[in-house]
């Protein structure tokens, strides 16, 4: 076949090629947000917070406080999706502050933490604690500053797959998490005692949304102080959350030593 003769057939090869490499800047953009990880809220299964974006913030941020009657300060500060975390210190602005490299051009940002629980350059799961809340550095009280960005660039913030709002003060929008509720999420203990009672919160009057009707393994994901328990000559105020029946049940039957379970997170 002559070259004349194939031509016609090597330039629709040609443009067919580059229309496959080729895409408009919205389908560039509903692509990158296809990729995204399925982002989770930076802070522990069950709780509930409220949330606000600053006016005069330039960044796509939003600010989380507690508004589940828990404390905001000192409340664990969790990974909304897995990846590399890296931490920084900005004295004037971020204070402690982590970073984390989802892959893929998308990193999460959370800043003014107390303290940090990993080093610099771990690998993290989704629902791992990565700090703990505070107010360091350019800030007026606890709470979790919280980014998302696509190559360097802030994004409105997603989670679970919905898009959040943008409110400008607390208490007029909320997120309960879901983060480390499932999966592997908490540490394994084992209960004692017959006709245990789960209940909705740490408190005595608070309902019972399961019952442990003999030793049982159960996952604990976070504790916290409440209404103090007496039984088989035990005090104890501490109680822990269980992941797999939603509710907390008195440190006294976790069996365990301790009044507060050691490297668990208060909730």
């Not at 004295?91 to 893929?104: C, E, K, Q, W």
């Amino acid at each position: 076949m002559s070259l004349l003769r194939r031509l016609p057939a090597l330039i629709a090869v040609v443009l067919l090629s580059l229309t496959g490499f080729s895409a408009s800047p919205a389908q560039a953009a509903a692509d990158a947000v296809a990729a995204a990880p399925n982002f989770k809220a930076p802070y522990p299964c069950g709780q509930r917070w409220t949330y606000s974006h600053h006016s005069a913030e330039v960044r796509r941020a939003l600010d989380f406080v507690r508004a589940d009657g828990g404390a905001t300060a000192g409340t664990p500060v969790l990974a909304s999706a897995a990846g590399t975390a890296t931490r920084y210190y900005q004295a004037s602005g971020a204070g402690n502050y982590i970073v984390i490299d989802h892959g893929g051009g998308w990193r999460t940002y959370y800043f003014h933490l107390a303290a940090y629980s990993v080093p610099s350059g771990a690998y993290v799961s989704q629902g791992q604690q990565i700090g703990t809340t505070g107010s360091t550095g350019n800030s007026s009280g606890a709470h979790i500053h919280y980014e998302q960005l696509y190559n360097g660039t802030g994004q409105n913030i997603v989670i679970n797959g919905a898009g959040l709002s943008y409110p400008g003060s607390y208490n007029q929008a909320y997120l309960t998490s879901d983060n480390g509720c499932g999966g592997s999420g908490g540490a394994a203990f084992n209960t004692w005692g017959s006709g245990v009672n789960v209940r909705s919160d740490a408190r005595l009057s608070a309902p019972v949304v399961a019952t442990l009707s003999g030793p049982t393994s159960v996952w604990v994901v976070c504790q916290k102080q409440g209404d103090t328990v007496n039984a088989e000559g035990y005090t104890n105020n501490w109680w822990s959350k269980l992941r797999d029946q939603n509710g907390f049940v008195s440190n006294i039957y976790i069996d365990h030593p301790s009044a507060q379970l050691p490297g668990v997170p208060l909730c």
